[in-house]
């Protein structure tokens, strides 16, 4: 079954950890980078990330981000 427009797979990575310091977007230890999940679409994935990101609200160090996968897969996309 093909995708239609309304459900086309624009995949979207959460992912987060402590950083070094607030001005930046690098992981104090990577290897405790937490992946939180691959998602088909940006909704999903906001979601995903809200729920996360509010658990962890009592630690300034703590981000998660939301990676826009499909746009480094296909860069040439609209």
Do not use: C
């Not at 937490?34 to 809200?50: C, F, H, I, R, S």
Request: glycine fraction near 4%; charge should be negative; aromatic fraction near 8%.
């Amino acid at each position: 079954m093909a995708a239609t427009a309304e459900s086309k797979q624009l995949l979207h990575l959460v992912l987060g950890g402590e950083l070094k310091s607030l001005d930046s977007t690098e992981f104090k230890d990577l290897s405790k980078v937490e992946v939180v999940g691959l998602y088909p679409n940006y909704a999903t994935a906001y979601a995903a990330w809200k729920s996360r990101a509010q658990q962890t609200v009592d630690n300034a160090q703590m981000r998660f981000f939301i990676v826009h996968l499909h746009r480094l897969l296909d860069p040439d996309a609209a």
